[in-house]
């Protein structure tokens, strides 16, 4: 059975927080009002006897309760009720909602120890909160007005941005919220603020790698031709096929590496990984964006092997492109770029071996730190395209 008497003042305070009325003097607000007929069906239905009743009995009580007036025609039946404005608040206290105000005001309380914080992502997404709060505006990744939802957000942004070593994200739930699974819960709305705010261009499926937080625990793939020392053992790795796998952990163990090749090859995919010969190189599987462990064991590598030239194989798009640039930022290794140049992107494209271009890609290629890869872009632009390094391995195996 419906209750028309709460369903009423529900509609009365949805036309008033949408026109804003707790913003504007009532004198400038428009008659808030509604023809019940149009709101129920059931109240013009001759058969339905009994919501006929009930909305009326609603109605009379509205009036009574002196918080609506309402006008009918002849035969009693009511074709407008009129919000009273200046007993809105009973409404509220009657629905047991919060008026708006009262709600930003809360927001406020939450948002103020995050306020000036040293980390500028965490500022300015507090600093763009406060502004539509101002405003009277629902809050956007999906906050709206939920005080506890926005506290959870501020906690796991802050947490994440102090991350100085790989961590698991259950782990960093558990820590945090006394549940591993609350930030799974969360995981979607912060990694769209984090990819909304960093300057760091990634897709936002890995954005959090980018801050140490992990599903699970990462590796360094490596094969080819080095010598790997320990404290108390050697790896021979131009004898093991393939490769090893070492783990974060081993990374800070290891006392020395020596190259004996003339090319060190950082490699994007797993695939690229397994098809890159490493007769003449020693060859490094990165898994996109590196964190700090990968980031120490790459700058450790080049202290010892400065004299080999390093190379990097991603994608043909701009993502490869920006991880790129990011190894050499973050690294200070001269990494030159390795089958991602204009002829390459040409070859494969004419071979009809690409995929289309989307917005995202259109939009991170506008990255300052990219310019230097304009013709490329401008090529990928013109023909809507972009190359996998699976799909240059790819086109050998057609030709066979």
């Given at each position: 059975m419906k209750n028309y008497y709460q369903l009423i003042m529900e509609n009365f305070i949805d036309i008033y927080e949408k026109r804003k009325g707790f913003k504007r003097a009532q004198s400038d607000l428009n008659a808030i009002q509604i023809e019940p007929g149009k709101i129920f069906k059931e109240y013009l239905d001759r058969y339905n006897h009994q919501a006929y009743r009930d909305i009326n009995a609603a109605i009379q009580k509205l009036i009574l309760d002196q918080v609506a007036d309402a006008f009918c025609d002849e035969a009693g039946k009511f074709l407008k009720v009129r919000l009273k404005i200046e007993n809105v608040d009973s409404i509220y206290q009657k629905l047991n909602r919060t008026p708006i105000p009262v709600l930003c005001d809360e927001m406020r309380i939450v948002l103020t120890p995050y306020l000036n914080s040293a980390d500028g992502l965490l500022n300015k997404f507090c600093l763009d909160i406060c502004e539509l709060l101002?405003?009277?505006?629902?809050?956007?990744?999906?906050?709206?007005?939920?005080?506890?939802?926005?506290?959870?957000?501020?906690?796991?942004?802050?947490?994440?941005?102090?991350?100085?070593?790989?961590?698991?994200?259950?782990?960093?739930?558990?820590?945090?919220?006394?549940?591993?699974?609350?930030?799974?819960?969360?995981?979607?709305?912060?990694?769209?603020?984090?990819?909304d705010y960093t300057d760091i261009v990634v897709e936002k499926e890995r954005i959090l790698e980018i801050y140490n937080l992990f599903d699970n625990p990462t590796y360094i793939m490596v094969k080819g031709q080095a010598i790997i020392h320990y404290e108390k053992s050697v790896i021979y790795l131009h004898e093991m096929d393939g490769g090893i796998a070492i783990p974060n952990l081993a990374i800070e163990k290891i006392t020395g590496i020596k190259v004996l090749?003339?090319?060190?090859?950082?490699?994007?995919?797993?695939?690229?990984?397994?098809?890159?010969?490493?007769?003449?190189?020693?060859?490094?599987?990165?898994?996109?964006?590196?964190?700090?462990?990968?980031?120490?064991?790459?700058?450790?590598?080049?202290?010892?092997?400065?004299?080999?030239?390093?190379?990097?194989?991603?994608?043909?798009?701009?993502?490869?492109?920006?991880?790129?640039?990011?190894?050499?930022?973050?690294?200070?290794?001269p990494f030159k770029p390795l089958e991602m140049d204009l002829d390459t992107l040409k070859r494969y494209y004419e071979r009809g071996i690409y995929k289309n271009l989307s917005q995202t890609d259109k939009k991170a290629m506008k990255a300052e730190k990219l310019k230097e890869y304009q013709e490329i872009f401008d090529f990928m632009l013109n023909h809507d395209c972009k190359i996998e390094q699976e799909s240059i391995k790819a086109a050998g195996i057609f030709a066979q």
């Open positions: 101002n405003q009277y505006k629902k809050l956007p990744y999906d906050i709206i007005y939920d005080r506890k939802k926005l506290n959870s957000i501020l906690i796991a942004i802050h947490a994440i941005l102090s991350l100085k070593q790989e961590t698991y994200v259950r782990n960093f739930s558990a820590a945090i919220f006394k549940d591993s699974k609350e930030f799974i819960r969360l995981r979607s709305v912060i990694q769209s603020i984090l990819y090749a003339e090319r060190v090859i950082t490699v994007e995919n797993l695939t690229t990984y397994h098809d890159t010969s490493e007769a003449e190189a020693v060859v490094i599987y990165l898994g996109g964006f590196h964190n700090s462990s990968k980031q120490k064991f790459l700058k450790f590598l080049y202290a010892q092997n400065d004299s080999q030239q390093y190379y990097h194989k991603g994608d043909l798009d701009v993502y490869g492109f920006l991880i790129l640039e990011n190894l050499k930022e973050k690294t200070s290794i």
